[in-house]
């Protein structure tokens, strides 16, 4: 489908000749809620409490962007002001160009919206296509059933559907099925931009990354932009921008990758060893070696070791290390960081800078 380009919506990169279209851009939005409870003597007490704080953050068209951020970070808050379900009490919202707080009608055709699983609305005697079909009459007036019929068919299709499985009703379906029925539902009045609240929670390892995947597909094949509220930091690897978000606040926002080498020294690449029984003593210990920048254990005996250099010395100076202290080494191997290596050590540091700030601790 080809799409008009909005007054304002095109920004053009320092260094890039190409212009890209802003399909999603939050500025400064902050959201504040308030609440009242009674105090002694009988009196009303009314309470600001801020859960959004100053956050910024853009996609262009044809990104996955992936928000990530702990339970409570502010993940659906800012996922319900992008679909303009809440006002922002201060700060702007766009969506392909148009501006959420004040054209909010005209904002929301231009995306598709799935709930976090415990609100998602497929009718269980329906089939997997009356859903989307059901669901498309509602949204698209003035379309032939015929073509909302067929959008249904090729939506579902790309998610994986066989003609006899749309056929299913939604109450046989399993839950990664049901979850891309409802990915289905959001996609059938064709928008530019699919939006998605936590879509892999409730799904076991292996449907989380059959859901992405099939993500992954609609994105390549209909070229439309993905925004995906997680938890889960699989979604990591699908996203080509990521807002990371603690405590209603941006602390990054970038290119996975380049966010992993801004952090982590050697771009990445670290020692992987393996000792037969690891502890907390022996995590320190090689902590404390001078090139050592970061330790992460990343099972249970084995640790990731990120230094200044990464190279045979610096894997001697380990080996060196655990012979002094008497540990036998199982293993030990060149490796690289993942992104949940990469969140663990940045969200440590921020949790420690906050400690900082409150006087309530001292960094480790
Ligand atoms: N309407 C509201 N009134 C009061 N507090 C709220 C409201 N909505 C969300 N919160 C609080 O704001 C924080 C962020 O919530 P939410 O955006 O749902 O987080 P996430 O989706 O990252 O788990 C939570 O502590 C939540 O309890
Ligand atoms: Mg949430």
New binding site residues.
């Given amino acids: 489908m080809a799409r008009a380009a909005p007054p304002g919506g095109f920004d053009l990169p320092t260094g890039d000749r190409q212009v890209r279209r802003k399909i999603i851009d939050l500025r400064d939005v902050t959201v504040t809620?308030s609440?009242t409870k009674f105090s002694l003597p009988f009196k009303l007490k009314r309470t600001i409490?801020t859960?959004?704080q100053g956050v910024s953050f853009h996609s262009y068209e044809g990104e996955i962007l992936g928000l990530i951020?702990?339970?409570?970070?502010?993940?659906?808050?800012?996922?319900?002001c992008i679909t303009g379900q809440m006002k922002p009490s201060r700060g702007t919202v766009s969506v392909a160009g148009i501006d959420v707080v004040h054209h909010k009608n005209e904002a929301i055709k231009r995306f598709g919206y799935v709930p976090q699983l415990e609100l998602i609305s497929v009718y269980d005697h329906f089939t997997a296509l009356e859903n989307v079909y059901y669901f498309g009459k509602m949204y698209l007036s003035g379309v032939g059933d015929e073509q909302i019929k067929q959008r249904g068919k090729e939506v579902l299709s790309i998610l994986g559907f066989k003609e006899a499985l749309m056929g299913k009703k939604a109450k046989y379906l399993s839950g990664g099925e049901k979850k891309r029925v409802s990915i289905a539902i959001g996609m059938v009045h064709d928008p530019e931009i699919l939006l998605l609240?936590e879509p892999t929670t409730g799904l076991d390892i292996s449907l989380r990354i059959q859901v992405l995947n099939y993500l992954k597909n609609l994105n390549k094949k209909l070229g439309i932009s993905v925004v995906i509220?997680s938890?889960d930091l699989e979604i990591a690897q699908y996203c080509t921008r990521i807002v990371l978000?603690e405590k209603?606040r941006v602390i990054e926002f970038g290119d996975p990758e380049v966010l992993i080498n801004k952090l982590l020294p050697c771009e990445g690449r670290a020692i992987k060893l393996e000792v037969a029984e690891l502890n907390e003593e022996i995590i320190d210990s090689i902590r404390s070696l001078p090139e050592v920048k970061f330790v992460i254990k990343t099972g249970r005996n084995d640790v990731k070791i990120f230094a200044e250099d990464i190279d045979k010395v610096m894997i001697s100076k380990v080996i060196e290390h655990c012979d002094n202290i008497n540990i036998p080494i199982a293993s030990i191997t060149l490796d690289r960081a993942d992104f949940t290596s990469y969140y663990r050590i940045r969200s440590k540091l921020e949790k420690e800078k906050n400690q900082t700030v409150d006087g309530s601790a001292q960094p480790s």
């Fill in positions: 809620v609440s409490t859960i959004v951020g702990e339970s409570g970070a502010g993940k659906s808050t800012i996922l319900r609240d509220v938890h978000l209603g």
